[in-house]
């Protein structure tokens, strides 16, 4: 949306239509357009497609949240942010003892509901794969469930994704400074019925559900295989806990570039040592082309019309993971001319900034390739770039995500709250290197893996594109 000032000249019958409503919201997202287009096709109430608890559309009780480390007690726990991710294997997890509760059980999602952000950023979706399926979410996720014997719930998600549904499901926001919708807000609204439209779109949500399920599930076995091909075994977030001794340790500081405890876990320089004794392998810096391993340039952000001619869209560090990354649009002429503004395909991303919890994205890691390539990304990720006749870049990725590196790239940290990477420590971080063969098998997987997510974006396209042309075509 433009951050410019916007003026629409409203027709007195719209104040009538919309309860004598006086603020800008309903008037300027679009949704008085939208409601009036679909009164020229049959269409029927949102509230009498959906079933189960509350009728089918609901959203959760403010509640205490019981974080817990270990996956015996907890289950995996979705907020506003988290439930656009594309990798749900980092997710923090609340009690299972609470989330099974009477109070809390109805928060379960399954696969096929469409989630919508229902608090702060109103209006942003989700359709729930396979991945997503015994996961809790938070209050401020708003639950559709479709009655399958009444709509699919492919087509439901596409239309109210589409730039019909979304301004009738933001029109009845209400809140000052947090913005908020309920369920009886969007229990009435028209939902077109488009025949055989109806399982055309379906069929393309479903099938790109399941290829950013292939996807994640490949990128997760390339990790497995990369790591075990090296002769070592991954650690796990609960053992690394329990193991850490990060509450009181000696350590030797012989030259070293830091007096900063959180660089001497005694369990991240065992893990250290571990991959040393790979077969084969060698420090990061030694495996990257010169230049990298370092963040972007500071800027100042000029903003832009989203046209590609003149702009550009930026990434940070939220939209780098999610499915359909999302940026801001900014002036390509006001850009710093450094060659790692926008990044070549095979580099590895990795969150340069953020806090320690294991729920910070700070040192978790994004391939780019395909769409991805076509961004621009800011200041707050370390570049990495593989020199390919040393590592494949699916490889390096592959080695990266794992949780032995996740935990060795926190330990190169400095900095207060907000932290960031030590520039001479990050170059020293082992590597394991694998045999040719099984490095082309996991580069492969990897590379295969981000194609499918694009292939997703653009069924997900397709789905919409038909029912938004089938909407302006009166239901043809």
């Given at each position: 949306m433009s951050r410019k000032f916007q003026c629409r000249a409203v027709p007195s019958s719209w104040l009538e239509n919309n309860g004598r409503r006086l603020d800008c919201g309903p008037y300027m997202s679009g949704a008085i357009e939208a409601k009036e287009l679909l009164k020229k096709?049959?269409?029927?109430?949102?509230?009498?497609?959906?079933?189960?608890?509350n009728g089918g559309i609901y959203n959760g009780p403010q509640f205490v949240r019981n974080y817990v480390d270990d996956p015996a007690y907890g289950v995996p726990f979705l907020t506003t942010s988290t439930m656009l991710q594309a990798d749900m294997t980092n997710l923090p997890m609340i009690?299972?003892?609470?989330?099974?509760?009477?109070?809390?059980?109805?928060?379960?999602?399954?696969?096929?509901?469409?989630?919508?952000?229902?608090?702060?950023?109103?209006g942003r979706m989700a359709y729930a794969r396979k991945d997503m399926a015994d996961c809790w979410s938070n209050q401020d996720i708003m639950k559709v469930v479709a009655d399958p014997n009444k709509i699919s719930p492919g087509y439901l998600y596409a239309y109210l994704s589409s730039r019909f549904g979304v301004p009738i499901v933001i029109s009845g926001t209400y809140g000052a400074i947090i913005q908020h919708i309920e369920a009886h807000h969007i229990s009435d609204l028209p939902v077109p019925r488009l025949g055989n439209i109806e399982d055309k779109a379906h069929q393309l949500v479903q099938k790109a559900a399941d290829l950013?399920?292939?996807?994640?599930?490949?990128?997760?076995?390339?990790?497995?295989?990369?790591?075990?091909?090296?002769?070592?075994?991954?650690?796990?977030?609960?053992?690394?806990?329990?193991?850490s001794k990060k509450l009181g340790f000696a350590a030797a500081l012989p030259n070293s570039n830091s007096l900063r405890a959180v660089n001497f876990i005694p369990l991240n320089k065992e893990l250290e040592s571990y991959v040393k004794t790979a077969k084969k392998w060698a420090y990061i810096g030694d495996?990257?082309?010169?230049?990298?391993?370092?963040?972007g340039p500071r800027f100042k952000r000029i903003d832009s019309a989203p046209v590609p001619e003149f702009g550009v869209e930026?990434?940070?560090?939220?939209?780098?993971?999610?499915?359909?990354?999302?940026?801001?649009?900014?002036?390509?002429?006001?850009?710093?001319?450094?060659?790692?503004?926008?990044?070549?395909?095979?580099?590895?991303?990795?969150?340069?900034?953020?806090?320690?919890?294991?729920?910070?994205?700070?040192?978790?890691?994004?391939?780019?390739?395909?769409?991805?390539?076509?961004?621009?990304?800011s200041q707050d990720f370390l570049r990495v770039i593989p020199e390919q006749d040393k590592i494949l870049p699916g490889c390096l990725f592959a080695f990266l995500r794992s949780e032995m590196a996740f935990r060795m790239l926190r330990g190169y940290s400095i900095g207060s709250i907000q932290q960031e990477y030590h520039p001479e420590m990050v170059k020293w971080m082992p590597v394991p290197l694998v045999d040719q063969e099984t490095a082309n098998r996991v580069n492969e997987l990897v590379v295969d893996a981000y194609r499918k997510y694009d292939e997703a974006i653009d069924c997900e396209d397709q789905a919409q594109s038909l029912i938004e042309r089938a909407i302006e075509e009166g239901g043809r």
């Open positions: 096709i049959k269409t029927e109430n949102l509230s009498s497609l959906t079933s189960g608890y009690s299972a003892k609470d989330a099974h509760s009477a109070k809390l059980s109805y928060l379960k999602v399954e696969e096929g509901m469409t989630l919508i952000t229902c608090s702060g950023s109103i950013r399920y292939e996807a994640i599930s490949q990128v997760v076995t390339a990790t497995l295989e990369y790591v075990a091909a090296a002769g070592l075994s991954d650690i796990s977030p609960i053992e690394w806990h329990k193991k495996l990257t082309k010169p230049g990298t391993l370092r963040t930026l990434l940070g560090q939220r939209d780098c993971f999610t499915i359909r990354p999302d940026g801001r649009w900014i002036a390509k002429k006001h850009l710093p001319k450094d060659e790692l503004m926008f990044l070549p395909e095979g580099s590895t991303m990795i969150a340069a900034r953020g806090g320690l919890d294991d729920s910070n994205s700070f040192a978790r890691c994004q391939f780019i390739a395909g769409k991805r390539t076509q961004y621009a990304y």
